[in-house]
Each structure stands twice: as structure tokens, then as C-alpha cells.
T-cell receptor, first 109, second 116 residues
Framework: GQNIDQPTEMTATEGAIVQINCTYQTSGFNGLFWYQQHAGEAPTFLSYNVLDGLEEKGRFSSFLSRSKGYSYLLLKELQMKDSASYLCAVRDNTDKLIFGTGTRLQVFP | DAGVIQSPRHEVTEMGQEVTLRCKPISGHDYLFWYRQTMMRGLELLIYFNNNVPIDDSGMPEDRFSAKMPNASFSTLKIQPSEPRDSAVYFC??????????????FGSGTRLTVV
């Protein structure tokens, strides 16, 4: 079966660093995506990893280990506007995107 | 580009009524996906199309749900009859072929469906 696990909720303080983990077991692997979703809005693309290692994009970085079925999203210099849900998604061997249930991050002043 | 356009944004209907959700994908995107999002189950893929042809409808919950894509610029998701447990946010998303997509999918703003 397809399974993507991530923590349900996390909290952090403005200016801090937070790491959101994602583990997956899917039918094949053709890339891993992270999306951000603010309450009442659509998911928007944050990052894409298909090879092992770290991808950095400004304050956000995403890491992938295919052998471990593991990824994380790292958010630095947290801002209040980063309060949102973060969705981990894996593209399987039929090229469908399978989503985790998301991690709701609350940033406090 | 206006992005993926969904209508209506909100729909409130009575149990037993027919509901039709609409989606216009981004021009040139060959793939169209319908997802349903709830707090308990997150984003679930219902069905997807490639070049207007349904490829995988294994996520459609039951026969009350149907989806069509009569042309490259329009798709509908229909629920008949609707039930309270169908209450959720329904997202449409589109994508170029996966080999050319490093951004995954582009999502529409969603339709929040409430069945009372």
C-alpha cells in the first residue's frame, strides 16, 4: 500500500528553525514534493527532490534519502506568515501524487 | 495565465440533491486531477485524466461520484445523490506531463461543499 507519514502538528517561535519530517512507503518513487497550504487556500509548490541530498531555496530547504524513504523540510528564520500546513507528497510509479495528511505549523511571536 | 479555475467556491446543498463541480485547467496541461480534502484523511486523489481520457478512477468513493472531461479546457465532478459525508473541500489540479513537471501540480482554489 501507499503510506506517507508526517507529524500532525508542530509549534515554533518567530526567528527559530523548524524541521518537518516525512517518511514514505509507496509503489515506486519518481520524486518528492513539499507544498504549503494556508487555511482556506489551495496548496502551493515549495520544493522538489528526486535525487538524494539537500535542495536549498532561500529560507526553505528540503532533504531526501531514497534508501531510507525519508525527507525533511527545513524552515529557517521563521516568520508569522509561515504558519500554515505543510504537505509532503510522493510521485509514484504511475506518476500520481500521493499526499500525506499534512503538518500544521503554528509560529508564535 | 489565470491558473486553474474552479467553480463554485462554496456550495451548500441538501442531502439527496445533485452537485456539480467545475474545473478549467491551465492551457497546455495534459493532466487533470480531482482531489478531496478532509481533516481526517487529508488530500485524497479521486480520479485523473490524461488528454481528456480517464486514467485512474480507483479513488472515486462509490457510484454516486462521476467525472467527465469533454474537452481539454473543462472537467466536471458530479455527486448524485449527495450525502452529508461528502462534505469536504474538492480541489482540481492540472499538470504538464510528469517528465516535464518539476513543480508537481497547480491547484485551483477549491470548492467547499457542505451537504446538510
Amino acid at each position: 500500500g501507499q503510506n506517507i507519514d508526517q507529524p500532525t502538528e508542530m509549534t515554533a517561535t518567530e526567528g527559530a528553525i523548524v524541521q518537518i519530517n516525512c517518511t514514505y512507503q509507496t509503489s515506486g518513487f519518481n520524486g518528492l514534493f513539499w507544498y504549503q497550504q494556508h487555511a482556506g487556500e489551495a496548496p502551493t509548490f515549495l520544493s522538489y527532490n528526486v535525487l538524494d541530498g539537500l535542495e536549498e531555496k532561500g529560507r526553505f530547504s528540503s532533504f531526501l534519502s531514497r534508501s531510507k524513504g525519508y525527507s525533511y523540510l527545513l524552515l529557517k528564520e521563521l516568520q508569522m506568515k509561515d504558519s500554515a500546513s505543510y504537505l509532503c507528497a510522493v510521485r509514484d510509479n504511475t506518476d500520481k501524487l500521493i499526499f500525506g495528511t499534512g503538518t500544521r505549523l503554528q509560529v508564535f511571536p | 495565465d489565470a491558473g486553474v479555475i474552479q467553480s463554485p467556491r462554496h456550495e451548500v446543498t441538501e442531502m439527496g440533491q445533485e452537485v456539480t463541480l467545475r474545473c478549467k485547467p491551465i492551457s497546455g496541461h495534459d493532466y487533470l486531477f480531482w482531489y478531496r480534502q478532509t481533516m481526517m484523511r487529508g488530500l485524497e486523489l479521486l480520479i485523473y485524466f490524461n488528454n481528456n481520457v480517464p486514467i485512474d478512477d480507483s479513488g472515486m468513493p462509490e457510484d454516486r461520484f462521476s467525472a467527465k472531461m469533454p474537452n481539454a479546457s473543462f472537467s466536471t465532478l458530479k455527486i448524485q445523490p449527495s450525502e452529508p459525508r461528502d462534505s469536504a473541500v474538492y480541489f482540481c489540479a492540472s499538470s504538464p506531463p510528469p517528465g516535464r513537471s518539476f513543480y508537481g501540480y497547480t491547484f485551483g482554489s477549491g470548492t467547499r461543499l457542505t451537504v446538510v
